[in-house]
């Protein structure tokens, strides 16, 4: 069974720019959640999506962002970008209900020059 | 608010050594407790888990065990290998809240 994917691996953008990083779950599972593992400050709880709908964020600006489609997979979108977002962005799927077991895809490396 | 402390790293040990990684939680309630490992330039792998209390966690030789008692779940190995050499972190999620709150992380180097 295919787990979590991410894509792209790597995104290379400049400030002021628009990211966005995909994430498809694993079969079966409708939540997905997005965290942020920048250098030095951990894993950070960005958003959570479960049933198309936003449930809970983190403490991020709203220019994260992202949505959650009708298959569950899942858009994270970071607008106006400032180089301290350069980060690896991991997502993660569980099952319904909670609290579920999350399983984390690879992540995407984005770099903000 | 739930926090998980983890033993600063980085943990340097030599093939066949016996691990211990201390990690201590504050939750209210009876909250899951995970540990996940992370190799180098890959994304986080579920390493084991524990859902109540006195519950005993294990995978490819690791064990951890659900203390309630000490708010413990503390990451052990009898022999590492140099493929253990990874991140590791000690987690958390609390029923009603949907989010992993993790540990800092340790990195171990397992050395030949």
């Known amino acids: 069974e295919a787990g979590v994917t991410q894509s792209p691996t790597h995104l290379i953008k400049t400030r002021g720019q628009q990211a966005t990083l995909r994430c498809s779950p694993i079969?079966?599972?409708?939540?997905v959640y997005w965290y942020q593992q920048a250098l030095g400050l951990g894993l950070q709880f960005l958003l959570w999506y479960d049933e198309g709908e936003e449930r809970n964020r983190g403490n991020f600006p709203p220019r994260f962002s992202g949505r959650q489609f009708p298959n569950y997979s899942s858009e994270l979108n970071v607008n106006a970008l400032e180089l301290e977002d350069s980060a690896l962005y991991l997502c993660a799927s569980s099952l319904a209900g909670g609290p579920k077991t999350q399983y984390f895809g690879p992540g995407t490396r984005l770099l903000v020059l | 608010g739930d926090s998980v402390t983890q033993m600063e790293g980085p943990v340097t040990l030599s093939e066949e050594a016996f691990l211990t990684i201390n990690c201590t939680y504050t939750a209210t309630g009876y909250p899951s407790l995970f540990w996940y490992v992370q190799y180098p330039g890959e994304g986080l792998q579920l390493l084991l888990k524990?859902?109540?209390?006195?519950d005993k966690g294990s995978n490819k030789g690791f064990e951890a065990t659900y203390r309630k008692e000490t708010t413990s779940f503390h990451l052990e190995k009898g022999s590492v290998q140099v493929s253990d050499s990874a991140v590791y972190f000690c987690a958390l999620t609390r029923t009603g809240y949907q989010k992993v709150t993790f540990g800092t992380g340790t990195k171990l180097q397992v050395i030949p």
């Open positions: 524990a859902t109540k209390a006195d």
């Open positions: 079969s079966g599972h409708t939540s």
